[in-house]
Nanobody, 125 residues
Framework: QVQLVESGGGLVQAGDSLRLSCAASGRTFSNYAMGWFRQAPGKEREFVAGISGRNGRTYYADAVKGRFTISRDNAKNTVSLQMNSLKPEDTAVYYC??????????????????WGQGTQVTVSS
């Protein structure tokens, strides 16, 4: 069982940066691939970025590639999402997710076993 708690959301202006963090409970954090998803009002939840367990391979949605960076600290049981050059279309609730099944990670939300409660990111123009 893994519990995830996100933090770091807020209201920023276009072009600003924001860093989201996700703290995970449990002793085997490195066994989980982690992902960030987001959901804007009236839209489906979409993949943002992912990172595999031990080797830390990263992958991104095209919409955020080059602007967002996902990282993890297995010693501290945390995963972060550094978001630069934010755009109004990045406005959404951002969710941290963990999967014990797809060790290399996945961009499909259905592959993730555990989810945080979400944190709101609002980017004004």
């Amino acid at each position: 069982q893994v519990q995830l708690v996100e933090s770091g959301g807020g209201l920023v202006q276009a072009g600003d940066s924001l860093r989201l963090s996700c703290a995970a409970s449990g002793r085997t954090f490195s066994n989980y691939a982690m992902g960030w998803f987001r959901q804007a009002p009236g839209k489906e939840r979409e993949f943002v970025a992912g990172i595999s367990g031990r080797n830390g391979r990263t992958y991104y949605a095209d919409a955020v590639k080059g602007r967002f960076t996902i990282s993890r600290d297995n010693a501290k049981n945390t995963v972060s999402l550094q978001m630069n050059s934010l755009k109004p279309e990045d406005t959404a609730v951002y969710y941290c997710a963990a999967t014990s099944t797809y060790y290399s990670g996945s961009s499909r939300s259905r592959d993730y076993n555990y989810w945080g409660q979400g944190t709101q990111v609002t980017v004004s123009s």
